[in-house]
């Protein structure tokens, strides 16, 4: 359960005890209402989830769609999550100037790779809607292609490009 940090495994016994101590150690008590939501979650209705997972699995689909038309990114389909980690190593090896720069030019947050053991690249979410997605990449591109033009609106303010 995204935001609630609550959650549950199946694993073997010795696998289990080894993530119990883990878990045990960075976080407490699970509130009694984060519980109850729990329950609610893995024996109520499951439209939402898998009307949840249709639209997760079509925001993928669309990042994907549009980081393979982006020249130097490359990247692999997730599988299970609405996080993806394009390589941009084409543009630097330094995911956290490069997600520093992103938000400071281009308004788009993004996680360096670093921090996943993946210098180099991205972790972009696709959590969001549609527009997101393809606004996100569209901003990203502008900010680093230097074949874009070199002017952008970002709602309804005109950025213009100025550092290539």
Known sequence: MTGF????????????????????????TTSVILQ????????GLQSATESLRMTLENNRNVMMQEL?????????????TYYCLPDFRAYTNNSVELADFLLNKA?????????FGMEGHLRLSYAGTVKDVT???ARIRWAL????PSDIYIG????????M
């Open 5 to 28: 940090r609550i959650g549950w495994t199946v694993a073997p016994k010795k696998m289990t005890e080894v993530m119990t101590n883990v878990q045990g150690q960075i976080t407490t």
């Open 36 to 43: 109850a939501a729990a329950e609610g979650a893995m024996t």
């Open 68 to 80: 393979s038309s982006f020249t130097g990114v490359k990247v692999t389909k997730p599988n299970g």
């Open 107 to 115: 308004r788009v947050v993004t996680v360096p790779g670093k921090e």
């Open 135 to 137: 606004e996100g990449i």
């Open 145 to 148: 292609d230097p074949n874009a």
């Open 156 to 163: 309804d303010k005109k950025i213009v490009r100025d550092w």
